[in-house]
């Protein structure tokens, strides 16, 4: 029997005087959700750019979920209103910013669709986008990262081709403030158990079928860092099929203030909490990661009086510290960790932090 979830927008038709929509079946979970989906398809979000557009046998929505990103959030804007896809909308879900979001937005007239309120964090964002759309494929774009050109196109054209395929990932770039792409995002073919070990799908370039939304619900909202990875899992524990599209298609943007890297310990905390969850234990590597995290959080060069006693005290705190989360979050050390934090303790070389961190 097929699931929903507790809110769709009604069907619509779009004639020669606009949209008839049949309001009689909406059950909005609040008056903003009604608000956004009039918005939103009523021909406010529909692509108005003058780019070249192939006729779209499927109907694309991105989602982009804001929150004081000012200095990113027309980089971002623009990059989604760029692509080449006629039956494309666009909504900006905004958490009520205080750095001028809302002017930047605004100048986009009705071109875009988009709403700030106060919300309870990213995810609950980005499912407030999803209620408020029906495109038959879904993306989510972060306000600080990029879509390439042709993505959207690339994607739709994948689907039509491999209706089998339930999630589509492709390649990305981590690219700095200035869009510079300084090195590739780690991505892999779709493999379950290597991705309870390390997130290899890169967010941005992710894309799903609203069927997929359907039969397994939206982003877990008491999450706060890695409701993208808790959601992977969540698909390839229920049999979801991925394909992986060797091609690039977004930029994820890295720098001191973003959550990836300005709170990188909390970040692996809750991974971890999540996948002993799920899962019942913690792969090695992770835990080692978050050790690594905590150690390059808390252990400063400058701290120490010699150069010798970094290289062996950090070392040293490494393997203690991931010893003890093991027995945080396992109740118990694997023998591949004790491999591992030997090597490290014997051999003091980088490989070994690369092979725990499985980079």
């Known amino acids: 029997m097929r699931q ?82 006629k039956s494309l909308n666009y909504i900006v879900c905004d958490g009520d910013s205080t750095d001028g979001t809302q002017a930047i937005l605004a100048k986009y ?26 495109g038959d494929i879904i993306g989510w774009l972060n306000s600080d990262d990029i879509y390439y050109p042709g993505t959207v196109r690339t994607v739709v054209e994948y689907f039509s081709r491999h209706p089998e395929v339930d999630v589509v990932y492709g390649m990305a770039d981590h690219i700095d403030t200035n869009d510079h792409a300084y090195e ?22 992710v894309f799903l079928r609203r069927s997929v939304v359907e039969r397994h619900g939206l982003l877990d909202e008491s999450l706060r860092f890695c409701m993208d990875y808790e959601y992977w899992l969540r698909l390839g524990a229920a049999g979801v099929h991925f394909g992986y599209l060797e091609r690039k298609l977004a ?12 709170a990188r310990l909390q970040m692996h905390a ?11 234990q ?18 400063k060069q400058s701290k120490y009086p010699t150069r010798f006693i970094f290289r062996m005290g950090r070392p040293i705190l490494l393997v203690l510290l991931s010893l003890l ?21 014997i051999q003091r070389r980088g490989k070994f932090i690369r092979d725990a961190l499985g980079r």
């Open 251 to 262: 930029g994820s943007r890295m720098y001191s203030e973003n959550k990836t890297l300005g």
């Open 4 to 85: 929903t979830v507790p809110y769709q927008p009604p069907a619509f038709q779009r004639t020669g005087l606009g949209f008839t929509r049949a309001f009689a079946s909406i059950k909005a979970t609040s008056p903003s959700h009604l608000r956004l989906y009039i918005l939103a398809n009523a021909g406010k979000a529909y692509m108005t750019n003058t780019v070249p557009v192939h006729s779209a046998p499927l109907k694309v929505s991105i989602v982009t979920p804001s929150f004081n990103q000012a200095p990113f959030i027309t980089r971002t804007v623009e990059s989604v209103l760029s692509q080449d896809w």
């Open 184 to 205: 590739v995002y780690p991505t892999e073919p779709w493999n379950f158990a290597r991705l309870q070990e390390i997130c290899f799908l890169c967010q941005p370039a």
């Open 282 to 299: 913690v792969p090695h590597r992770l835990i080692f990661a978050y050790a690594h995290a905590w150690v390059e959080e808390h252990v």
């Open 109 to 134: 007239g009705d071109r875009i669709a988009w709403i700030s309120e106060k919300d309870d964090g990213q995810a609950d964002a980005v499912n407030k986008g999803i209620r408020a759309t029906d």
């Open 325 to 345: 989360a093991a027995l945080y979050w396992n109740r118990r050390v694997s023998p591949e960790m004790l491999k591992v934090g030997y090597g490290l303790l």
């Open 270 to 280: 809750e991974a971890n909490n999540m996948i002993r969850k799920r899962f019942g």
